[in-house]
């Protein structure tokens, strides 16, 4: 079943951000957008690349009113460790979540039961706590966070623009189109 257009299931873990361990549920995804960033591990090799991408794009998720989160099955301490200790991570300003519990990472599809580990799962969730966008893929295959940004734009595009859908290779200003009969077999 796609989990697109529903509800994040109810959940509460820990997180380490900006120096402190914070609590994260359901409703810290509410009121704003939200992109959940599913990684297999801490102190891995590939992950630290996605989250320093991430971290240099923050800036423009803000601007979007969008938080960030990074989710791995580590533990809030990992987290904090891993922060302290690799250059790339070191950069997040927005939270690291634990999932040691595996309760996310199975709610967004994305566990591996025979690793205990997730794959790289991405997505976008809309101000009412609905997922609007998922990707999911192989774990050797890292992610641009760039892609993320233009799937996040249309999403918030299409929210105030009810009627309009975003076309392939859709960038924010680009030209959208109205769904209707005198468009059917002529794009």
Not at 48 to 67: I, M, N, R, S, W
């Amino acid at each position: 079943m796609s989990l697109i257009n529903t509800a994040v299931q109810p959940f509460k873990t820990q997180a380490f951000h900006n120096g402190k361990f914070i609590d994260v549920t359901e409703q810290s995804l509410k009121g704003h957008w939200s992109v959940l960033i599913f990684m297999p591990a801490a102190f891995t090799f590939n992950c630290p690349t996605e989250v320093e991408d991430a971290a240099e794009h923050y800036a423009e998720f803000q601007k979007l009113e969008t938080q960030v989160y990074i989710v791995t099955t580590d533990t809030h301490f990992s987290h904090k460790v891993w922060h302290e200790t690799s250059p790339a991570v070191g950069k997040a300003k927005f939270p690291l979540v634990g999932d040691p519990t595996h309760t996310l990472t199975n709610a967004f599809g994305v566990h591996i039961p025979e690793e205990g580990l997730a794959l790289r799962g991405t997505f976008v969730i809309n101000p009412e706590g609905i997922i609007k966008t998922a990707e999911v893929h192989s774990n050797e295959i890292a992610r641009d966070v760039k892609e993320t940004l233009r799937k996040l734009k249309a999403a918030q595009y299409t929210a105030k623009n009810p009627g309009q859908v975003c076309p392939a290779k859709w960038n924010a200003g680009a030209k959208t189109l109205t769904p209707s009969l005198d468009l059917v077999g002529k794009i």
